[in-house]
């Protein structure tokens, strides 16, 4: 094996080790429901509810259960 196959050899082997580090670090993907707004007051008034945040048309509702992560409510706007 020459120096060309040889430095070919080690750049192909440290992408290979690069892409498996960035798939394994990227930590869990964040699995996400559509929820209407009566299932989300059943699930506050049970105590489910961990925290709820309000932005502009939609209600994101993190659960205490961690088997799913985040429930989303879109909220529909009555103007056009």
């Known amino acids: 094996m020459n120096k060309n196959q ?13 892409l498996f ?3 394994a ?3 869990p993907t964040t699995v996400t429901n559509d929820l209407t ?3 989300f007051l ?5 105590g489910e509810i961990k925290s709820a945040e309000i932005g502009k048309g939609v209600l994101i509702a993190v659960p ?10 879109w909220v ?5």
């Open 42 to 46: 059943t699930k506050v008034e049970a």
């Open 37 to 39: 707004y009566s299932q």
């Open 64 to 73: 205490k259960n961690t088997a799913v992560k985040v429930w989303l409510w």
């Open 76 to 80: 529909k706007s009555s103007s056009p």
């Open 25 to 27: 670090l990227a930590g």
């Open 21 to 23: 580090l960035v798939y």
């Open 6 to 18: 040889s430095l070919g050899i080690y750049i192909i082997a440290g992408i290979i080790i690069f």
